[in-house]
């Protein structure tokens, strides 16, 4: 659904019979969301991330978007460990 409205782009980044995909902001997201406020949100929702989550909010002011971006798909692989 999200990649629909054009908030997520989905990548396949493996293919065969363990397909793996990367999901990154999409145009919707870039426009209308600010990181920051993703971030927060997701501190508070999932407890065993809020570590990682408020320790990148701390140094939030030096990073881009691209940085965010990076961070998000290492969070997830975090979760399912």
């Not at 396949?12 to 949100?41: C, H, M, T």
Request: hydrophobic residues 35%; positive net charge.
């Amino acid at each position: 659904k999200f990649v629909q409205q054009l908030y997520l782009i989905r990548n396949q980044i493996a293919e065969g019979e363990n397909e793996v995909f990367e999901y990154s902001w999409g145009v919707r997201a870039k426009e209308e969301l600010d990181p920051r406020e993703v971030l927060e949100f997701m501190s508070m929702v999932s407890p065993f991330t809020a570590k990682i989550i408020q320790s990148s909010l701390k140094t939030f002011k030096s990073q881009t978007l691209c940085s965010i971006q990076c961070l998000i798909p290492k969070i997830s692989n975090n979760r399912s460990h």
